[in-house]
Nanobody, 126 residues
C-alpha cells in the first residue's frame, strides 16, 4: 500500500499561482503512475493531470493545459502540481492519486488509480 498526503492548497487571487505537493509513504513510490484530480462543490471529481512513473509521459485536462504542470521527484517520494494563471473555476478540493504504472501515457480516469490522498482545498477569488 501507499499513503498519500497533499499540501500547498490555500486562497489565492485570480491570476495567481500555487504549488501542490503530494508526499507518499509506504511501498516504492517509483512503481506508481501519479495523478491529480479535483472536485468542486456539487460536482463530480474530474481529472486534472497525470505523470508516468518515469516522468516520461504526462497528460492534462484541456481546461488546465498551458497553465498547470505536473512533476515528480522519485528520490523524495513526492509529486507536484504547479498551478499558474489560476481562475475562479479552478476552485476545488484537489486530490492526488497513485495507480499501477502503465506503458505510455498514464490514465485519466478515477478507476485507474488505487490510492488517494485526503485532498487539499484550493480557492481562487475573482
Amino acid at each position: 500500500q501507499v499513503q498519500l498526503v497533499e499540501s500547498g492548497g490555500g486562497l489565492v487571487q485570480a491570476g495567481g499561482s500555487l504549488r501542490l505537493s503530494c508526499a507518499a509513504s509506504g511501498r516504492t513510490f517509483g512503481i506508481y503512475d501519479m495523478g491529480w484530480f479535483r472536485q468542486a462543490a456539487g460536482k463530480e471529481r474530474e481529472f486534472v493531470a497525470a505523470i508516468s512513473w518515469s516522468s516520461a509521459y504526462t497528460s492534462y485536462a484541456d481546461s488546465v493545459k498551458g497553465r498547470f504542470t505536473i512533476s515528480r521527484d522519485n528520490a523524495k517520494n513526492t509529486a507536484y502540481l504547479q498551478m499558474n494563471s489560476l481562475k475562479p473555476e479552478d476552485t476545488a478540493v484537489y486530490y492526488c492519486a497513485a495507480g499501477p504504472r502503465r506503458i505510455g501515457v498514464p490514465g485519466n480516469s478515477i478507476s485507474e488509480y488505487d490510492y488517494w490522498g485526503q485532498g487539499t482545498q484550493v480557492t481562487v477569488s475573482s
